[in-house]
C-alpha cells in the first residue's frame, strides 16, 4: 500500500471542539501521527448523542469517535504544571498544534503561544475560534446556530413568515475544518520559509457560503427575500418535489436546461409561454408554473425522473433519506462509506472525501478511549521547520503553478485559496465560453454592455490569479494548453465528467504529458459510474446528498438550506485536496489523479444523522429549530419588521441568566425547569416566554444584553448586511477594490490571520478581466513572440471579448 501524504508530521491537538476534531481528522486519516489532549475523564463530547456501546460499561459518541478516528489520546490537566510540562516537552518534538482552546483562555493559561513561539520557533500552530482572536465577538459565546446566523446563513431559509430554519449541527465543523486544515498544511509545505502561526474564525470560514448573496445584495441593493420553505434564488423550478415515489431535486437555470424540462415533462411549448420564457419571469409566477408541472411529476418515480435528466442534461437528483443514502450503490462502489470503531462498536460513517487515486485515505478505522496512550512512550520526531516565519518570507506556495480550467462556483474557490496562500494560479476561459459565473444568460446585454465583466460573484471567485483564453476546440488551442501543463505543478477541472477525455484532455493524458501533475477533476459524481453524466449544481449536491431529509420541521417537505450548499463546500474540499497532492507529490516525486465526487464532499455534513441510522436503524425526528441537548434554543422574533435573534441555552447557569435578562424570577425558581429534563417538558411553554421578551428588544440590542451575561446569542444577519457588520469590518474582512468595469467594490478576505496581525493578508490581483493576460502569460511562460500572439488573437484562438452565440462553432459545454 503507498504510503500516506502526511506520514511524516506529528499533530498534537488540545481544546475540545468538533471543527478542532474534523481538521484534526483529515490529519490522521491521511496518515499523520495525531495526539489528540484530553482533560482527565474525557473530553465532553464523548457524552453527545448518537452514543454507541462501547462494551465494558462504556457508552460513547459516534460522532466524536468518527472525528477522531487513527488519533491517539492522552488525558492531562493543563492547570497542573507537571501535566503542562509534558505536553510542552511532546511538543518538543512535534510539528503543528492544533488548539481548540478560546481566545481569551490561551493568554491566562499555562500554555501559550507567545511562550511556545519563543522557546519553539519551529512549531507550527493553528488556532481555531469562533470568531478569531480580535474584534468585537472574539470573547463572545456560541454555537454552531448562533455561528451561522451572523454569518448571513439562517435568515433567508424557511417559511415567509418564519421562523428561520436550523440545520443540525456539524456543518460548521466541516467548513471551518477544512478551512483550517488548508492554510495549516500550506504552512508545513513551506517550512522552509519558518513555521507559521495560523488563528482561524469560523465565521470568517461560514461566510464562504454566504459570499454569493452578499455579492447578490450589493450589487443590486437589496437582499432577495426569504419567500418560504425550499424557495431559493433567482430561477425556478428549484427545490423538493414529491413524485409518485420518492423526492426529487431539481436546479433550473440555463434557458437549454428550461428548454429540457419542459420536454421531460411532455410539454414542450411551455418554453416559450410568455410567462415563464426567463427565470426571473419563472420566479415571479411560480405558483402558477408549480400547478402545471407538479401533477406530471407525481406519475412516475423518482429515481425515473433522476435517469431522464441525465439523459436530457438536466440537473436533477433523488433527494433521499438517510437509510436510502446507505444503501446506494454508487457510494457503496466508490466506497464513501466504511467502518468506525471504537471498542466493541462498529458502525457505518462517511469516509474523507479527497479520493486521491494513488493514496487514498484511510477508511475511517479505530477511535481511542480517552487516556488510551497514558504512559506510551511515543518514538523521537525531528520537525522539519528550525524558525518561525516573519513577515519579510514569501506565502508558503509561493513556486507552485496551476492551471485552473474551473467555471463557476467550487472550482475557481478551491483555487482562489491557493492563490490566496502564494501559489500562481492561471485561470483559462474562452471567448466562446467564458467562465459561466460571468453570467448565466449571453442575450440582452452581455455581449454589447460587457457584463459578463461586472459581475460580483465573479470577483469574488477569482481574486488572486492570472487569466487568459484560449479556444480548446481547436488543435492550436489544445497544444498551447498541453505546453502549459509540461511546466505546471498542478491542473483542475470541474467540467462534466465526459468534457475533457472526449477532447484528448483526461486525467491519463495529462499525466502523460507531466507525471509530475496533480490532476485534480470534480465532476458531480466523479469520473465513473452510472452518475458521472450527472449535471449539477451546488443545489444538486445538497439534494443528492440527504442532507433536506434530516433538516426542517417533521411534516415539511426534506427542507434545503437556500444556499448552493455543495460550490462552497465542493471548493473547500478541492483545495484541502490539492494540498494533499502537493505533499504527495514532494514524497514521491510523481503526480497522480484525485478524483473528487463533488456530491462525496458534502456527506460529512450528514455524518452525525449516517451513525445514527447505522447504530439505530433509523435517523430521529426533526425538531426545526430545535437542540437535542440545548433548552431553550432557536430563532426568535425581535423588534422590527422580520428581526431575528438565535440563542441557545447549554446549562442550567445559563437558564439562570437568561431568567434574569427577560426579568422572570418565577420561571428562574420553578423547580421543573432547574434542568434542562425539566425543561424538555416545557419547551412550548419557555419559547412563548422567550418570544415575549425578544419581540421588546432590537435583535443586536438582545444579543449584546445575552452575550454579557454569558449566553451564546447572535443577531440573524442578511448576508446583504454583512457589509456592516462592526466585527467583521474591524477584522479588515471586507477589503475595498477598483476594476475595471465594475468600479469601486468590495471583496472578501481568508478566513485566518497569520501570527499576531488583526488583518487578512491583502489581496494582491483582482480577478482578471476576460483573457487580460494573454501576451503576459504567453509569453512569460511559452516564449512566443508578439507575431504568434498576435496571429492567435487574428484566428480567434485566444481574444479579450466574448463571442456572441452566432459566431460560435462547437464549443465545451458549460458544466
Same mark, same amino acid.
Given at each position: 500500500m503507498p504510503s500516506l501524504p502526511l506520514s511524516k508530521l506529528r499533530v498534537v491537538e488540545i481544546g475540545s471542539g468538533d471543527t478542532l476534531d474534523y481538521c484534526g481528522k483529515l490529519f490522521s486519516d491521511f496518515g499523520a501521527e495525531v495526539i489528540k489532549i484530553e482533560p482527565p475523564g474525557g473530553d465532553v463530547a464523548r457524552q453527545f448523542a448518537p452514543m454507541v456501546d462501547a462494551g465494558g460499561g462504556r457508552r460513547e459518541s459516534g460522532y466524536f469517535a468518527w472525528l477522531n478516528t487513527n488519533k491517539r489520546s492522552i488525558t492531562a490537566d493543563l492547570d497542573r504544571p507537571e501535566d503542562v510540562a509534558r505536553v510542552r516537552a511532546l511538543l518538543m518534538q512535534s510539528d503543528l &498544534?492544533?488548539?481548540?482552546?478560546?481566545?481569551?483562555?490561551?493568554?491566562?493559561?499555562? &500554555?501559550?503561544?507567545?511562550?511556545? /513561539?519563543?522557546?519553539?520557533?519551529?512549531? !507550527?500552530?493553528?488556532?481555531?475560534?469562533?470568531?478569531?482572536?480580535?474584534?468585537?465577538?472574539?470573547?463572545? %459565546?456560541?454555537?454552531?446556530?448562533?455561528c451561522r446566523a451572523l454569518s448571513g446563513n439562517v435568515k433567508l431559509v424557511g417559511p415567509k413568515d418564519g421562523p428561520p430554519v436550523l440545520p443540525r449541527d456539524g456543518q460548521i465543523a466541516v467548513m471551518a475544518g477544512l478551512t483550517a486544515f488548508i492554510p495549516s498544511l500550506a504552512g508545513l509545505y513551506g517550512h522552509a520559509t519558518g513555521a507559521r502561526r495560523f488563528a482561524v474564525s469560523a465565521q470568517e470560514a461560514m461566510l464562504q457560503i454566504s459570499e454569493f448573496d452578499t455579492g447578490l445584495a450589493l450589487e443590486i441593493g437589496f437582499t432577495r427575500p426569504r419567500i418560504a420553505i425550499n424557495r431559493f434564488g433567482r430561477g425556478y423550478p428549484v427545490g423538493t418535489f414529491p413524485t409518485r415515489d420518492g423526492w426529487l431535486g431539481i436546479t433550473v437555470v440555463t434557458p437549454a436546461q428550461w428548454a429540457a424540462f419542459c420536454v421531460m415533462i411532455g410539454m414542450p411549448e411551455l418554453e416559450h409561454q410568455p410567462n415563464y420564457a426567463d427565470s426571473l419571469l419563472r420566479t415571479t409566477h411560480w405558483p402558477a408554473l408549480l400547478e402545471i408541472f407538479q401533477p406530471v411529476l407525481m406519475q412516475q418515480t423518482a429515481n425515473y425522473w433522476f435517469e431522464r435528466g441525465i439523459e436530457l442534461r438536466i440537473p436533477l437528483a433523488v433527494v433521499p433519506d438517510m437509510e436510502e443514502l446507505l444503501k446506494q450503490d454508487y457510494y457503496r462502489e466508490r466506497g464513501a462509506f466504511a467502518k468506525v470503531e471504537i471498542g466493541a462498536a462498529s458502525f457505518d460513517a462517511p469516509v474523507l472525501p479527497q479520493y486521491l487515486?494513488?493514496?487514498?485515505?484511510?477508511?475511517?478505522?479505530?477511535?481511542?478511549?480517552?487516556?488510551?496512550?497514558?504512559?506510551?512512550?511515543?518514538?523521537?520526531?525531528?520537525?522539519?521547520?528550525?524558525? !518561525?516565519?516573519?513577515?519579510?518570507?514569501? &506565502?508558503?506556495?509561493?513556486?507552485? /503553478?496551476?492551471?485552473?480550467?474551473?467555471?463557476?462556483?467550487?472550482?475557481?474557490?478551491?483555487?482562489r485559496q491557493m492563490g490566496d496562500l502564494g501559489a500562481e494560479v492561471i485561470k483559462i476561459e474562452s471567448c466562446q465560453y467564458p467562465d459561466w459565473f460571468r453570467g448565466t444568460d449571453p442575450r440582452g446585454p452581455y455581449h454589447s454592455e460587457r457584463t459578463y465583466e461586472k459581475t460580483y460573484w465573479f470577483q469574488q471567485m477569482n481574486r488572486n490569479k492570472r487569466g487568459i483564453t484560449l479556444?480548446?476546440?481547436?488543435?492550436?488551442?489544445?497544444?498551447?494548453?498541453?505546453?502549459?501543463?509540461?511546466?505546471?505543478d498542478a491542473v483542475i477541472d470541474n467540467y462534466a465528467a465526459d468534457v475533457l477525455p472526449r477532447m484528448g484532455l483526461g486525467p491519463q493524458a495529462m499525466l502523460k504529458i507531466n507525471p509530475r501533475l496533480v490532476v485534480v477533476t470534480m465532476p458531480a459524481f466523479g469520473m465513473t459510474g452510472p452518475w458521472s453524466g450527472v449535471r449539477a449544481y451546488g443545489s444538486t449536491l445538497e439534494q443528492a446528498c440527504g442532507l433536506p431529509s434530516?433538516?426542517?420541521?417533521?411534516?415539511?417537505?426534506?427542507?434545503?438550506?437556500?444556499?448552493?450548499?455543495?460550490?462552497?463546500?465542493?471548493?473547500?474540499?478541492?483545495?484541502?485536496a490539492l494540498m494533499l497532492g502537493f505533499v504527495q507529490q514532494r514524497n514521491t516525486g510523481t503526480g497522480q489523479h484525485i478524483d473528487l465526487s463533488a456530491v462525496e464532499a458534502l456527506l460529512p455534513l450528514v455524518?452525525?444523522?449516517?451513525? %445514527?441510522?447505522?447504530?439505530?436503524?433509523k435517523s430521529g425526528p426533526r425538531i426545526g429549530t430545535r437542540h437535542p441537548r440545548f433548552v431553550p434554543n432557536g430563532c426568535f422574533p425581535c423588534l422590527g419588521e422580520d428581526q431575528w435573534i438565535t440563542l441557545a441555552v447549554r446549562s442550567d447557569? %445559563?437558564?439562570?441568566?437568561?431568567?434574569?435578562?427577560?426579568?422572570?424570577p418565577d420561571l428562574a425558581a420553578d423547580p421543573v425547569l432547574a434542568t434542562a429534563k425539566g425543561r424538555r417538558t416545557e419547551e412550548d411553554s419557555i419559547e412563548v416566554a422567550v418570544r415575549q421578551?425578544?419581540?421588546?428588544?432590537?435583535?443586536?440590542?438582545?444579543?449584546?444584553? &445575552?452575550?454579557?451575561?454569558?449566553?451564546?446569542a447572535g443577531t440573524a444577519r442578511l448576508p446583504g448586511d454583512l457589509a456592516g457588520d462592526p466585527h467583521l469590518m474591524q477584522v479588515g474582512h471586507w477589503q475595498p477594490a477598483v476594476r475595471p468595469f465594475m468600479g469601486p467594490h468590495l471583496l472578501p478576505s481568508v478566513a485566518y490571520r497569520e501570527g499576531n496581525n488583526p488583518l487578512p493578508y491583502a489581496i494582491t490581483r483582482l480577478a482578471p478581466t476576460l483573457g487580460q493576460h494573454n501576451a503576459e502569460v504567453l509569453r512569460e511562460l511559452l516564449g512566443l513572440s508578439d507575431a504568434e500572439i498576435e496571429e492567435l488573437r487574428t484566428t480567434e484562438i485566444i481574444g479579450d471579448t466574448a463571442v456572441s452565440a452566432t459566431k460560435k462553432a462547437s464549443a465545451i459545454p458549460a458544466p
Amino acid at each position: 500500500m503507498p504510503s500516506l501524504p502526511l506520514s511524516k508530521l506529528r499533530v498534537v491537538e488540545i481544546g475540545s471542539g468538533d471543527t478542532l476534531d474534523y481538521c484534526g481528522k483529515l490529519f490522521s486519516d491521511f496518515g499523520a501521527e495525531v495526539i489528540k489532549i484530553e482533560p482527565p475523564g474525557g473530553d465532553v463530547a464523548r457524552q453527545f448523542a448518537p452514543m454507541v456501546d462501547a462494551g465494558g460499561g462504556r457508552r460513547e459518541s459516534g460522532y466524536f469517535a468518527w472525528l477522531n478516528t487513527n488519533k491517539r489520546s492522552i488525558t492531562a490537566d493543563l492547570d497542573r504544571p507537571e501535566d503542562v510540562a509534558r505536553v510542552r516537552a511532546l511538543l518538543m518534538q512535534s510539528d503543528l &498544534l492544533l488548539d481548540g482552546r478560546s481566545p481569551q483562555s490561551i493568554p491566562a493559561s499555562l &500554555l501559550t503561544h507567545d511562550a511556545l /513561539r519563543q522557546e519553539q520557533p519551529g512549531l !507550527a500552530i493553528t488556532a481555531i475560534s469562533w470568531f478569531g482572536e480580535h474584534g468585537p465577538y472574539s470573547n463572545y %459565546e456560541a454555537t454552531d446556530s448562533v455561528c451561522r446566523a451572523l454569518s448571513g446563513n439562517v435568515k433567508l431559509v424557511g417559511p415567509k413568515d418564519g421562523p428561520p430554519v436550523l440545520p443540525r449541527d456539524g456543518q460548521i465543523a466541516v467548513m471551518a475544518g477544512l478551512t483550517a486544515f488548508i492554510p495549516s498544511l500550506a504552512g508545513l509545505y513551506g517550512h522552509a520559509t519558518g513555521a507559521r502561526r495560523f488563528a482561524v474564525s469560523a465565521q470568517e470560514a461560514m461566510l464562504q457560503i454566504s459570499e454569493f448573496d452578499t455579492g447578490l445584495a450589493l450589487e443590486i441593493g437589496f437582499t432577495r427575500p426569504r419567500i418560504a420553505i425550499n424557495r431559493f434564488g433567482r430561477g425556478y423550478p428549484v427545490g423538493t418535489f414529491p413524485t409518485r415515489d420518492g423526492w426529487l431535486g431539481i436546479t433550473v437555470v440555463t434557458p437549454a436546461q428550461w428548454a429540457a424540462f419542459c420536454v421531460m415533462i411532455g410539454m414542450p411549448e411551455l418554453e416559450h409561454q410568455p410567462n415563464y420564457a426567463d427565470s426571473l419571469l419563472r420566479t415571479t409566477h411560480w405558483p402558477a408554473l408549480l400547478e402545471i408541472f407538479q401533477p406530471v411529476l407525481m406519475q412516475q418515480t423518482a429515481n425515473y425522473w433522476f435517469e431522464r435528466g441525465i439523459e436530457l442534461r438536466i440537473p436533477l437528483a433523488v433527494v433521499p433519506d438517510m437509510e436510502e443514502l446507505l444503501k446506494q450503490d454508487y457510494y457503496r462502489e466508490r466506497g464513501a462509506f466504511a467502518k468506525v470503531e471504537i471498542g466493541a462498536a462498529s458502525f457505518d460513517a462517511p469516509v474523507l472525501p479527497q479520493y486521491l487515486t494513488q493514496s487514498r485515505p484511510l477508511p475511517n478505522g479505530v477511535a481511542p478511549f480517552a487516556g488510551e496512550h497514558d504512559g506510551i512512550a511515543f518514538p523521537e520526531h525531528h520537525r522539519t521547520a528550525t524558525r !518561525a516565519a516573519t513577515p519579510d518570507d514569501a &506565502l508558503p506556495l509561493k513556486g507552485l /503553478r496551476i492551471i485552473d480550467l474551473t467555471m463557476g462556483w467550487a472550482g475557481p474557490s478551491a483555487t482562489r485559496q491557493m492563490g490566496d496562500l502564494g501559489a500562481e494560479v492561471i485561470k483559462i476561459e474562452s471567448c466562446q465560453y467564458p467562465d459561466w459565473f460571468r453570467g448565466t444568460d449571453p442575450r440582452g446585454p452581455y455581449h454589447s454592455e460587457r457584463t459578463y465583466e461586472k459581475t460580483y460573484w465573479f470577483q469574488q471567485m477569482n481574486r488572486n490569479k492570472r487569466g487568459i483564453t484560449l479556444n480548446l476546440t481547436t488543435e492550436t488551442g489544445r497544444t498551447l494548453l498541453k505546453r502549459l501543463l509540461a511546466d505546471a505543478d498542478a491542473v483542475i477541472d470541474n467540467y462534466a465528467a465526459d468534457v475533457l477525455p472526449r477532447m484528448g484532455l483526461g486525467p491519463q493524458a495529462m499525466l502523460k504529458i507531466n507525471p509530475r501533475l496533480v490532476v485534480v477533476t470534480m465532476p458531480a459524481f466523479g469520473m465513473t459510474g452510472p452518475w458521472s453524466g450527472v449535471r449539477a449544481y451546488g443545489s444538486t449536491l445538497e439534494q443528492a446528498c440527504g442532507l433536506p431529509s434530516v433538516t426542517g420541521r417533521e411534516g415539511d417537505a426534506p427542507t434545503m438550506l437556500h444556499a448552493a450548499l455543495g460550490d462552497p463546500f465542493g471548493g473547500v474540499s478541492a483545495a484541502a485536496a490539492l494540498m494533499l497532492g502537493f505533499v504527495q507529490q514532494r514524497n514521491t516525486g510523481t503526480g497522480q489523479h484525485i478524483d473528487l465526487s463533488a456530491v462525496e464532499a458534502l456527506l460529512p455534513l450528514v455524518a452525525p444523522s449516517v451513525i %445514527e441510522q447505522s447504530v439505530t436503524g433509523k435517523s430521529g425526528p426533526r425538531i426545526g429549530t430545535r437542540h437535542p441537548r440545548f433548552v431553550p434554543n432557536g430563532c426568535f422574533p425581535c423588534l422590527g419588521e422580520d428581526q431575528w435573534i438565535t440563542l441557545a441555552v447549554r446549562s442550567d447557569a %445559563e437558564w439562570q441568566a437568561l431568567c434574569t435578562v427577560m426579568h422572570r424570577p418565577d420561571l428562574a425558581a420553578d423547580p421543573v425547569l432547574a434542568t434542562a429534563k425539566g425543561r424538555r417538558t416545557e419547551e412550548d411553554s419557555i419559547e412563548v416566554a422567550v418570544r415575549q421578551w425578544t419581540v421588546t428588544v432590537r435583535p443586536d440590542l438582545a444579543m449584546v444584553t &445575552l452575550q454579557a451575561h454569558g449566553i451564546p446569542a447572535g443577531t440573524a444577519r442578511l448576508p446583504g448586511d454583512l457589509a456592516g457588520d462592526p466585527h467583521l469590518m474591524q477584522v479588515g474582512h471586507w477589503q475595498p477594490a477598483v476594476r475595471p468595469f465594475m468600479g469601486p467594490h468590495l471583496l472578501p478576505s481568508v478566513a485566518y490571520r497569520e501570527g499576531n496581525n488583526p488583518l487578512p493578508y491583502a489581496i494582491t490581483r483582482l480577478a482578471p478581466t476576460l483573457g487580460q493576460h494573454n501576451a503576459e502569460v504567453l509569453r512569460e511562460l511559452l516564449g512566443l513572440s508578439d507575431a504568434e500572439i498576435e496571429e492567435l488573437r487574428t484566428t480567434e484562438i485566444i481574444g479579450d471579448t466574448a463571442v456572441s452565440a452566432t459566431k460560435k462553432a462547437s464549443a465545451i459545454p458549460a458544466p
